[in-house]
């Protein structure tokens, strides 16, 4: 009897021992489920922010048949992120009248390498881009909506289209005419860039136009959206701001240096005497591809 009570305080001390382990093993397994639940709060909420810190701006200058779409993606943030794309196309731009029918689409009649492509933006940079949709027939009201195509940040994939923007504009067919009853098309800010007008083709340009810039200097650039055709190059006039100055630029690019598609681009603008940065840009279109 005596060794069979033994036997059986051995089996109930084993049972209880058995309990305890499953207790520690539930509370263990419980508690790595709510670290693993914090850990997916706070990769949600780390998503979000790399979303926001990434600031998405448009604009749109009109002349009697053109629209100049300038939009950029500025990171923020103090950290730089990484932009992924599904293919080489990074952006979209659709247009429809005020009959809701579409009129115009960036990527018509382009064609696009279908790779990953990534883009990487430095803090308190910016992803910039610019087309003109020319040759606008109807005058009236319209509506554009711009998409930065943006699959990824820092490898981590987008569910939604966080950058896109949709802007009304209105093309009224007003247009300034020259001493010799020709319309002409004039450019500039108002602020560092007046009366600028753009003549020649096929790669051959000549710009007129006057600038009110700091010290008598600023800096140009030619650029087709993809590529830098002519890259910044300063240019000084005869009076510092707040004079107005003219200038003349002679531009000649090789014909085999053209785009096929797309708008050749004159890019104007000053350095910022305190950190460099360009300030007052203006994009003014030299010349559409394929011509019309």
């Known amino acids: ?21 499953n207790s520690e093993t539930k509370e263990a397994k419980g508690e790595e489920n709510a670290d693993q639940s914090e850990t997916s709060e706070e990769s949600e909420i780390d998503m979000q922010s790399l979303i926001d810190q990434m600031k998405m701006d448009a ?66 940079d910016s992803l910039s881009a610019t087309e003109t949709w020319t040759g606008i027939e109807e005058k009236g009201d319209y509506k554009a909506t711009i998409t930065f195509l943006v699959d990824s940040i820092n490898d981590q994939p ?3 289209t966080p950058y896109q923007v949709t802007q009304s504009f209105t093309i009224d067919g007003n ?20 009366n600028v007008k753009v003549s020649g083709q096929n790669g051959s340009y000549v710009i007129n136009g006057e600038a009110r810039v700091f010290e008598g200097n600023f800096m140009y650039s030619v650029e087709d959206g993809h590529m830098v055709q002519v890259e910044p190059t300063s240019v000084q006039v005869e009076k510092g701001a707040p004079e107005w100055s003219k200038f003349e630029l ?43």
């Open 59 to 124: 604009t749109i200058d009109t002349t009697e048949d053109t629209a100049k779409f300038n939009f950029s993606l500025e990171n923020t943030g103090d950290e730089p992120v990484i932009l992924g794309f599904t293919s080489s196309q990074q952006y979209e731009v659709k247009v429809e009248n005020s009959n809701g029918e579409s009129v115009y689409t960036f990527s018509a009649n382009k064609m696009f390498t279908q790779e990953l492509t990534t883009e990487e933006v430095a803090s308190g």
């Open 1 to 21: 009897m005596k060794k069979l009570w033994i036997i059986m305080m051995g089996i109930m001390i084993l049972a209880l021992a058995a309990c305890g382990s």
């Open 158 to 160: 987008l569910e939604a």
């Open 250 to 292: 002679k531009i000649n690019i090789p014909k085999d240096k053209l785009p096929d598609y797309g708008t050749l681009s004159l890019v104007l603008f000053e350095e910022s005497a305190k950190d460099g940065k360009p300030t007052h840009v203006n994009n003014i279109p030299l010349e559409q591809f394929p011509s019309e």
């Open 175 to 194: 247009a300034e005419k020259d001493q010799t009853g020709d319309e002409s098309k004039t450019y500039g800010d108002g602020e560092a860039f007046r």
